[in-house]
């Protein structure tokens, strides 16, 4: 594409190495260091074959420099020598900067992602069906009938429920006007799930009951109609995705059983066997959901964040697999998706013509835009012979549509006009396809300016599938979006058990969205707010105070013990061992994901085994000394001091005044980016640190960007990040302007306001 | 090639399950040859509701040279390939009406649990509590390298309704595990052969997905362009897997369906038709040596249109004996079920056997029976029991007549024909005297 070269062009930026400083330390480095390090840094094999690349400024550098180099002879490069190799290194090739200008990154072609496929082909099939409005209310609505049938003219109650765990016992629900003997019970509405994944249904009765979900037929999901009046807890286990509402039904009859109870349970991703919580029910319908059970192989992470750069056999045969799961489903559905009579005898005369246009609106939706007449005989009019069948053609529409490049690499189309902005900003903001609304953008052309682009964007975060991909971004952020067992050691912390886990995890996600989500959406808050959501468990768990209930409230902290999600229990757990804490996981991950700072792998690796120091040394003591040399303190310098200041937690997350029997000692010396030292003495000087730090605003910026856009952001030309990042300070750290900022720069990256290039593309396909 | 002609369709349709690469082309089964040891046998359970009409029934005479009344007449031709079994009453009693027992303990032997579902009569009542014989023999083979099959059991419906209780039940794979029928030729068609109709739809559009690809390749940079080749080469490594595929032939091709016949009433007898010919070409490709057919269910009330009948059949069943346009119906109604049977015999005695010598009809034994005998008076005794072709070796040609003996001790000489030696099947106080000697 012409366009990314001409993008290339313009990140090849000027630099100077006419500074006589750098001059000088160039020929010093070539005579005394290249011989191991490589002319440029990359490494010689043999000799030193790490590349040479690191966060240290150029003061420190000389420092290290001065001190060990040339290893064979440390003297012979010292004081002003050292200073002088120390800036021309970095400028040449040690800083980030220096290697993004070496390495210049273009935006590569790539292709849906697995997530990006679920959730496009969801969005396909949905755009044919009727569209559920957003429900305050919740709950499930509930009829309660005198008969063990659910007959209208025996109905004597009509309620919404806020959850369904009712023990009747021997007695009615209603007594007085429903027989405790035979009664019916039929709830429903739609749940909302905020995560993908996995979710095991079940209900728990000794009475009979058909559970449907997401159910597009009448075949329920759990049929436990017929029941010996035992208390049973059938369960069935189905992929949802997160930020769509399912629909759900569940009927429930006692007939002559000894007693009544009834219970609609489920197990979410990640979570413990419940009660299906109220606040994921709604008591209005919603439309069946089309989501994909083909599993996909892993999309490549290996850049810190996941995208679509490589195709595999693998990966080949799960598209197939997909496209004909799809092509099963639109065939069985077509009459209700392409808007026809059911019934076969009142088909209408031009059936044939409805289900070839409604192919022609498929394709194009699928393509995230027009189809040209050549299109519409490729891809749909010639399938319609007079003796295929209309499924089979059908069938054979949607395989050839989801198996081409147009659906699969979003991308692909060389027009940068209205409907590849539009497609960008559903990818970006919710991995799927346009919705309506951007659909008719794309079609007038209305959103011309930034303006109106950045409007769009902040209508579409509000979606509930945006808002799960947002909260996918911070679980990525924070290292929770990968299986760990979190579980520990039961002796010594009896009480962390799956549920509280469950309720830990949950208590995090639920602190992030009031962040996210609130008018301010202060990415500092997330850092210093004092706040933790606890339900009773959590709170009796942390002995803090006593409350009741299973509901989550919000508990302030003393500021000084704990600061926003750094000090959170899930995330402390998660870096953290079995028996004891772990300083050096803590201090990485603070590190990398919260300051922004760049770490080398360790040059060997040692395992930190516990029973190999003195039991009576504290945590503190046995890192300290594990990485006490000078090759570890290259970098533990930084982890050790941002790991020890977590350690008044324990493995679990509990604030805790000793280790073993000795007392706490948090506070340290600290090397900042910029090369001031700090005195750390808690979380919250970390915290407070990180929330005013230029190089940790850039890291979540660029984080936050890659996890939307799936590029490198330095593709978008090297002053990408600083413009973020001003209008990220601009915004008072506004996370969601900083989500609109992003999608509607890479949205309008190369649109013809942005650049005097594009007339060579005019759109030649509308 | 062009894959677009009628041919190349036709070339994908007679492509043959095979074990090609691509996934969902997994699981087929692939096709024995004649087993080396021991014969191949077959089981077939067919049942029809609301009891029989005795009169125009049960043959008067025993042994070889028994006369055919009307209902049994279609099946004359095979005399001396059946055997017909009076005598035998289903003697489970307990909770639930005659009915769902007739129905839930009918291949089981043993009671329902008590339970919230009211029949006619009776006490309430849930699921059995016992596996049924189908599934017995069923686990037995599947057991066994030699018989193992795809499926194992396949379980045929014609006109089952779509919900599930004791009436709408007669396979149990164990105590409160119904397993239903599938109704649906269609369904039926794409567990058995969903994987090659996929791979035929496949095969039609892989030309035009390799002109769209590229076609799109000269849209792209050089640096992009590698992501597209790569692509297309998995597109034509489909199209060499569905082309190996060619090398494994099904033996007997799957049957067309004719399309859109949808599941009703009306239709019922084009539905048991598709039914038998999926039934039996799942035979000849071996994916099942266990398989039952249900006719509607207990109580059905199938409106017999296409023999004149407009009333249901259920309803039909409750006239007294004296009504005779009622019996006469009845009648009509039996005769058409046997009419059924009539066809699945006729077909498997024109099948070789693959791999073997003889019929399929010679590996296949097959019992039509009802859940009543008699509908108005709602008896479980004197069940129908027509045994036809030769899967167990019993000794053919012949009517019997026992004294209200328990049909578990049928069900017990089924097993033993399947080379499964029980002690006891269902309720073991209702196999006092064993299996019945049948050889």
Redesign the interface.
């Known amino acids: 594409?012409l366009l990314?070269?001409f993008l290339i062009l313009l990140l090849i930026p000027m630099h100077s190495w006419a500074n006589p400083v750098a001059q000088r330390g160039k020929a010093l480095y070539m005579k005394q260091c290249a011989e191991c390090h490589g002319d440029k840094g990359e490494g010689v094999e043999d000799e030193y074959d790490e590349p040479l690349y690191g966060d240290r400024t150029v003061v420190d550098l000389a420092k290290v420099i001065h001190d060990t180099m040339p290893d064979y002879a440390p003297e012979e490069c010292a004081d002003e020598d050292a200073q002088a190799v120390a800036a021309y290194i970095h400028e040449a090739f040690y800083s980030a900067e220096a290697r993004a200008r070496n390495r210049p990154v273009?935006i590569?072609?790539v292709?849906l992602t697995a997530a990006q496929h679920a959730q496009s082909v969801a969005d396909l099939v949905a755009s044919f069906r009727w569209q559920p409005k957003a429900e305050a209310a919740r709950g499930l609505q509930a009829r309660y009938y005198d008969d063990?049938r659910t007959r209208r003219d025996k109905m004597k109650l009509e309620r919404v429920d806020p959850t369904i765990d009712f023990d009747f016992g021997e007695a009615s629900p209603l007594p007085g006007e429903i027989g405790e003997e035979a009664f019916a019970i039929e709830w429903t509405g739609s749940l909302m799930v905020e995560e993908t994944g996995d979710y095991q249904f079940s209900v728990r009765t000794e009475?009979?009951f058909k559970l449907y979900l997401n159910s597009d037929t009448?075949t329920p999901l759990i049929?436990g109609?017929?029941?010996?009046?035992e208390m049973v807890e059938p369960k069935a286990t189905v992929k949802l995705l997160g930020g769509w509402a399912y629909p759900v039904r569940l009927e429930y009859?006692?007939?002559?059983?000894k007693s009544a109870s009834v219970e609609l349970r489920w197990k979410p991703p990640h979570g413990v066997n419940e009660i299906i919580p109220t606040t994921t029910l709604r008591p209005t319908a919603a439309p069946p959901v089309m989501v994909l059970q083909t599993p996909f192989p892993p999309d490549d992470r290996s850049l810190g964040y996941v995208r679509g750069s490589?195709?595999s056999?693998a990966w080949?045969?799960a598209v197939?697999?997909a496209a004909?799961e799809t092509?099963d489903h639109v065939a069985r559905h077509l009459r209700d998706l392409a808007d026809l009579p059911r019934r076969?005898s009142e088909a209408p005369e031009n059936e044939t013509e409805k289900i070839q246009a409604f192919c022609e609106t498929l394709v194009s939706r699928a393509f995230r835009r027009p189809l040209t007449e050549e299109d519409r005989e490729?891809?749909v009019r010639?399938h319609f012979c007079e003796?295929t069948?209309h499924d089979?053609a059908v069938?054979?529409v949607v395989?050839?549509a989801l198996?081409?490049?147009?659906f699969?690499?979003p991308e692909?189309?060389?027009a940068a006009d209205s409907w590849k902005l539009v497609s960008r900003l559903s990818t970006y903001l919710y991995d799927g396809l346009p919705d309506a609304q951007l659909r008719d953008a794309g079609k007038k052309g209305w959103l011309g300016s930034a303006d109106a682009v950045r409007k769009e964007a902040a209508r579409l975060l509000d979606h509930p599938t945006a808002r799960a991909k947002v909260r996918t971004f911070f679980l990525h952020w924070l290292h929770l979006d990968d299986e760990h067992d979190l579980t520990k050691d039961h002796q010594l912390f009896p009480g962390f058990d799956a549920s509280t886990i469950a309720d830990f995890r949950q208590s995090l996600t639920l602190f992030i969205d009031d962040v996210v989500w609130s008018e301010r959406s202060d990415y500092q808050e997330l850092l210093l707010g004092n706040d933790l959501f606890l339900n009773a468990d959590l709170a009796n768990f942390l002995g803090h105070g006593t409350m009741t209930g299973d509901t989550f409230r919000k508990v302030s902290f003393d500021p000084k013990a704990r600061s926003g999600v750094l000090t959170h229990p899930y995330l402390l757990a998660r870096f953290a061992y079995h028996q004891s804490t772990s300083p050096i996981h803590r201090g990485v991950f603070m590190a990398r994901q919260v300051l922004g700072r760049s770490l080398k792998p360790p040059p060997e690796a040692i395992e930190f085994d516990d029973a190999h120091f003195d039991p009576s040394l504290t945590m503190r003591q046995k890192v300290t000394d594990l990485t006490k040399s000078r090759a570890c303190m290259n970098c533990h310098s930084i982890i050790n001091p941002l790991g020890f200041s977590l350690e008044h937690f324990d493995a679990t997350g509990r604030y805790r005044f000793r280790d073993r029997h000795a007392p706490i000692d948090p506070v340290s010396e600290f090397g900042t980016q910029d090369g001031r030292s700090l005195t750390i003495r808690g979380p919250r000087d970390v915290a407070v640190h990180a929330a005013h730090s230029p190089t940790a605003h850039r890291g979540f910026i660029q984080h936050l960007f890659e996890h939307l856009v799936k590029q490198p952001v330095n593709a978008y030309g090297m002053n990408t990040l600083d413009t973020l990042h001003q209008d990220f300070v601009a915004s008072q750290f506004n996370i969601r302007a900083l989500i609109v900022e992003i999608a509607t720069l890479a949205a309008m990256h190369d649109s013809p306001s942005n650049q005097a290039t594009s007339t060579d593309h005019e759109p030649k396909n509308l | 090639m062009n894959l677009?002609t009628?041919n190349r369709r036709q070339f994908l349709r007679d492509i043959g399950l095979s074990t090609a690469a691509?996934?969902?082309f997994s699981g087929l089964p692939s096709l024995r040859a004649a087993q080396a040891s021991g014969k191949k046998q077959r089981l077939v359970i067919m049942i029809s509701p609301n009891g029989t009409v005795p009169k125009a029934f049960w043959p008067d005479a025993t042994g070889t040279d028994f006369d055919f009344k009307e209902i049994l007449k279609p099946l004359e031709s095979y005399r001396d390939r059946m055997l017909v079994l009076h005598g035998l009453s289903n003697k489970v009693r307990g909770d639930g009406d005659s009915h769902m027992r007739g129905m839930s303990c009918l291949l089981t032997g043993k009671e329902l649990?008590?339970?919230?579902?009211?029949g006619g009569s009776h006490t309430?009542a849930?699921?059995c509590s016992g596996i049924s014989i189908d599934q017995e023999i069923k686990n037995h083979y599947q057991s066994r390298e030699e018989s193992r099959t795809r499926f194992g059991s396949l379980e045929f419906g014609v006109g089952v309704p779509?919900?599930?209780?004791?009436w709408t039940r007669m396979v149990y794979s164990g105590p409160?595990k119904?397993v239903g029928a599938i109704d649906d030729p269609y369904q039926m068609f794409n567990k058995l052969y969903g994987q090659v109709q996929?791979r035929e739809?496949?095969g039609?559009?892989l030309d035009?997905?390799q002109?769209?690809?590229k076609r799109?390749k000269g849209?792209?940079?050089a640096?992009?362009r590698q992501?597209?080749e790569?692509?297309a080469d998995?597109?034509r490594?489909?199209e060499t897997d569905l082309q190996a595929a060619e090398e494994q032939k099904l033996h007997h091709a799957a049957p067309e369906l004719e399309?859109?016949v949808?599941d009703t009433n009306d239709n019922i007898p084009e539905i048991s038709r598709m039914q038998i010919d999926l039934m039996v070409n799942a035979f000849a490709n071996d994916m099942a040596r266990v398989s039952t057919l249900q006719y509607t269910n207990s109580v059905g009330q199938a409106r017999m249109r296409w023999l004149g009948i407009n009333e249901g059949h259920h309803g039909l069943s409750h006239e007294p004996d004296d009504n005779e346009d009622a019996q006469k119906k009845l009648v009509k109604i039996n005769t058409w079920f046997a009419e059924q049977l009539a066809y699945l015999v006729t077909k498997l005695s024109n099948t070789p056997e693959p791999g073997a010598d003889g019929s399929m009809l010679d590996h296949t034994t097959i019992v039509w029976t009802n859940e009543l005998g008699k509908g108005n008076s709602h008896t479980l005794r004197n069940i129908p029991f027509v045994l036809v072709g030769d899967g167990f070796g019993f000794e053919m040609g012949r009517s019997l007549k026992f004294d209200d003996e328990a049909h578990n001790r049928l069900w017990m000489a089924f097993a033993h024909g399947a080379q499964h030696h029980v002690e006891s099947f269902g309720n073991p106080k209702l196999c006092q005297g064993g299996a019945l000697d049948l050889a």
């Open positions: 594409m990314r070269v273009r590569d072609l292709r063990r009475n009979g009448d049929d109609w017929v029941s010996s009046g009859f006692k007939f002559k059983d490589a195709v056999k080949g045969r197939t697999s004909l092509a076969r490729h891809f010639q003796d069948p089979v069938k054979r395989l050839l198996q081409s490049p147009q699969l690499f692909l189309s060389p | 677009r009628s691509l996934p969902f649990f008590p339970g919230n579902i009211q309430p849930g699921w779509d919900r599930a209780d004791p409160n119904p996929d739809h496949l039609s559009i035009d997905l002109t769209d690809l799109l849209m792209v940079s640096e992009d992501l597209l790569d692509h998995f597109v490594a489909m399309p859109g949808s």
